[in-house]
């Protein structure tokens, strides 16, 4: 079975523009969480999808967003990048909701603001 | 507030050594607590988790960990250390009527020969 596959895995953007970073699941996983990784907060929860809904949502501005597709398939999408925003960006799937289900994490999107 | 701590923020352990890294957490409800490694490059993998039952888990690549309640940790451990081992290594909690999990800040470890 394939593993979470996250694209692209790296990325450089100018502070001002938007990006848009894609996850695909494992397949039959229904549920996909996104999370940042910076050396200095390190790694801090921003979404989870289920079923094409939002259910939970971090500590972040609303210019971080996302969605998920009926694939499963999810998006995530932060508009008027800043300096800050520069990190890994993971993608985790799992079959359901909860944290007793087994979140299987992708290799990331490194991003970075220049 | 909920907080996951892992107190050691690098390691270094020679080759064939035990190791054990620690992490403690303040959580109101008896939490899941999980263990991952995170390799150069890579995402995280899972190394073992608790939910309940026996203190004692069982992981991948020979790692196990305790649960104690009383002092609220859960501490991984290895018997002999593998210079594959070098990583960092991530604590969670999390809890099942929410699904983020909280992680630590991360233990950083390197093996010398």
């Known amino acids: 079975k394939a593993g979470v596959t996250q694209t692209p895995r790296y990325l450089i953007k100018t502070r001002g523009q938007q990006v848009t970073l894609s996850c695909s699941p494992i397949?039959?996983?229904?549920?996909v969480s996104w999370y940042q990784q910076t050396p200095g907060q390190g790694l801090q929860f921003l979404f989870e999808?289920?079923?094409?809904?939002?259910?939970n949502k971090g500590n972040f501005p609303g210019r971080f967003s996302g969605r998920q597709f009926s694939n499963s398939r999810s998006e995530m999408n932060v508009s008027t990048l800043e300096l800050g925003d520069s990190a890994l960006y993971l993608c985790?799937?799992?079959?359901?909701?909860?944290?007793?289900?087994?979140?299987?994490f992708g290799p990331g999107t490194r991003l970075t603001v220049l | 507030a909920q907080s996951v701590t892992q107190p050691d923020i690098h390691i270094t352990v020679s080759e064939g050594a035990s190791l054990e890294l620690r992490c403690n957490y303040s959580?109101?409800?008896?939490?899941?607590l999980f263990w991952y490694v995170q390799s150069p490059g890579q995402g995280l993998q899972l190394l073992l988790k608790?939910?309940?039952?026996?203190?004692l888990v069982q992981g991948i690549k020979g790692f196990e960990a305790e649960f104690k309640r009383s002092q609220s940790s859960f501490n991984l451990r290895k018997p002999s250390v593998h210079w594959s081992d070098a990583a960092e290594y991530f604590c969670?909690?999390?809890?099942?009527?929410?699904?983020?999990?909280?992680f630590g800040k991360g233990t950083s470890l390197l093996v010398t020969p």
């Open positions: 608790y939910f309940s039952g026996d203190t």
């Open positions: 999808y289920f079923s094409e809904t939002q259910r």
């Open positions: 985790a799937s799992s079959y359901g909701q909860g944290a007793i289900n087994e979140q299987f």
């Open positions: 959580y109101g409800a008896t939490p899941y």
């Open positions: 969670a909690v999390g809890e099942n009527s929410g699904y983020a999990l909280n």
């Open positions: 397949s039959g996983h229904r549920s």
